[in-house]
Nanobody
């Protein structure tokens, strides 16, 4: 089970940190990722972190977002800085045995959280 938290309304240029707590599996032994879905759009890849600690980012968030994990807390984080209105979406945490070539695809993940709403607006 994956449970996200941390989404809220924030002004453009602001920051948020999303959290995803995993139960029943360890984040250290699997690929963990964040996806997002805006109204009327398909779910899209945001960031991922593998067991090796290698990280991957969508071009649209590179340099602004950082994914990390805390193995002791079995938690994955998404630190989001310099937020833009176009970052507004429901953000989902995902887990799976994704390999490098599939790490950005929805179908590579078999466990999903319920989502947390992030709204960037003045």
């Amino acid at each position: 089970q994956l449970v996200e938290s941390g989404g809220e309304l924030v002004q453009p240029g602001g920051s948020l940190r999303l959290s995803c707590v995993a139960s029943g599996r360890t984040v250290r032994s699997t690929t963990m990722a964040w996806f997002r879905q805006a109204p009327g759009k398909e779910r899209e890849f945001v960031a991922a972190i593998r067991w090796s600690a290698n990280t991957y980012y969508a071009d649209s968030v590179k340099g602004r977002f950082t994914i990390s994990n805390d193995n002791a807390k079995n938690t994955v984080y998404l630190q989001m800085n310099s937020l833009k209105p176009e970052d507004t979406a429901v953000y989902y945490c995902a887990a799976g045995n994704a390999i490098v070539s599939t790490i950005r695809t929805v179908s590579a993940y078999n466990l999903w959280g319920q989502g947390t709403q992030v709204t960037v607006s003045s």
